[in-house]
């Protein structure tokens, strides 16, 4: 996977004793989506047999501008770009063998090599129905893939699409808590999607549910300046345990998540190609480093966002304008705080 953009110009700025210090850290990826973490390469793979007409109803001409966009480094003008570039790759992974090849490369891709991404990964992914997967066949054939892993080395995560309606949202939280039942490797449940899209009303009694079942609760929250204080105060209100992003919280939420201990998960690239964050002299993860708050540095999407776990921890070393100008002891406690606040506990 080829790392471009702040993510490279961080890596570029480290000396190789710097480097090799990172690459040698014990860290745990908590934030990492599947469908936005996939090598190009298999998804050009998978783009080749892909055939227009087929039930997922993308023709090959959205499937090939979207590959084409993806080669290039999406030029993203606002978060909303983003979102747009998932029916291509959704469209190439909608059946078992597809999904399944997908999850493999991913979870290779931060797990195995000389010089593994992480100790520990949490894979999140939204369950989806297509002509041949339902949605909790699309999640079995993800654990499939993770369980060939240690235990301590994957847990999986069911996302919960803000966009889902209320019918959905049980379905999905019926297969996540059927898993965990099992003894599957499910260790949470997320909010995630279009930042604007949803009533959080709704969501509160599927996270309720989820929490009685023993499953970890992490939810994108606050991620753009057009979420209200009002929708941010009635998600922590569902006693989250983890927040993604986070970027735009008033003194209150700030407050209440501080007290609470609530780990934050940063995700540097996607910020600031998603320009929710203008630079990093900006970042909100200043805030959390000055109090010594639960931090767990992540990726978020590997592939659009052109970025890997390591180099978000050199955007924390590098010196400034290319990183943080972090030491290396507040960088391995930054790794240290990541370990402390997987859900690994519950598989
Ligand atoms: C909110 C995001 C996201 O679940 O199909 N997703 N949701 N904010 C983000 N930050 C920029 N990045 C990814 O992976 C892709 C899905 O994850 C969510 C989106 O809903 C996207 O469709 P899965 O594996």
């Known amino acids: ?9 961080a890596l570029d700025n480290l000396n190789p004793e710097q480097l090799s210090f990172i690459q040698s850290l014990p860290k745990a990826e908590l934030h990492a989506h599947l469908n ?22 993308v023709s090959n001409e959205v499937v090939n501008a979207g590959i084409e966009k993806l080669l290039l480094g999406p030029s993203l003008d606002e978060i909303s770009d983003f979102f747009a570039l998932f029916p291509a790759i959704y469209a190439l992974t909608s059946t078992p063998i597809s999904l399944a090849g997908a999850a493999r490369a991913v979870l290779s891709t931060f797990l195995d090599g000389e010089h ?13 129905k297509t002509d041949s997967m339902s949605r909790e066949d699309y ?22 699409d803000r966009r889902m309606r209320n019918d959905v949202l049980q379905e999905c939280l019926d297969v996540a808590r059927k898993l965990k039942e099992e003894g599957r490797r499910v260790v949470g449940v997320d909010l995630c999607g279009d930042p604007m899209a949803g009533n959080m009303e709704d969501f509160a009694k599927y996270f309720a549910e989820a929490k009685a079942a023993g499953l970890g609760i992490t939810l994108h929250i606050a991620e753009t300046v057009h979420n209200t204080p009002e929708e941010t105060m009635k998600l922590l209100s569902f006693g989250p345990d983890r927040l993604g992003h986070a970027t735009f919280l008033n003194d209150e939420a700030k407050e209440f998540v501080v007290k609470n201990k609530i780990c934050i998960e940063i995700c540097l690239s996607s910020n600031l190609l998603c320009k929710t964050v203008t630079t990093l002299e900006f970042h909100h993860v200043r805030h ?22 390591d180099a978000e921890y050199a955007l924390l070393l590098a010196p400034a304008p290319f990183g943080l100008g972090l030491s290396e002891g507040e960088v391995r406690e930054a790794a240290e705080m990541s370990l402390r606040s997987s859900f690994r506990s519950r598989i």
């Open 288 to 309: 959390y480093l000055k109090y010594n708050h639960p931090i767990a540095i992540c990726t978020d999407d590997i592939l659009p966002f052109r970025t890997s776990l």
């Open 36 to 57: 936005g973490s996939i090598p190009i390469s298999i998804l050009q793979e998978l783009a080749r047999e892909y055939q227009s007409g087929s039930s997922t109803g």
């Open 139 to 160: 999640m079995r054939t993800i654990l499939d893939e993770a369980e060939r892993y240690p235990k301590d080395q994957v847990g999986v995560i069911v996302s919960l």
């Open 1 to 9: 996977m080829s790392v471009a953009g702040p993510a490279k110009a």
């Open 116 to 128: 593994p991404q992480c100790t520990y990964l949490e894979l999140r992914s939204t369950p989806r």
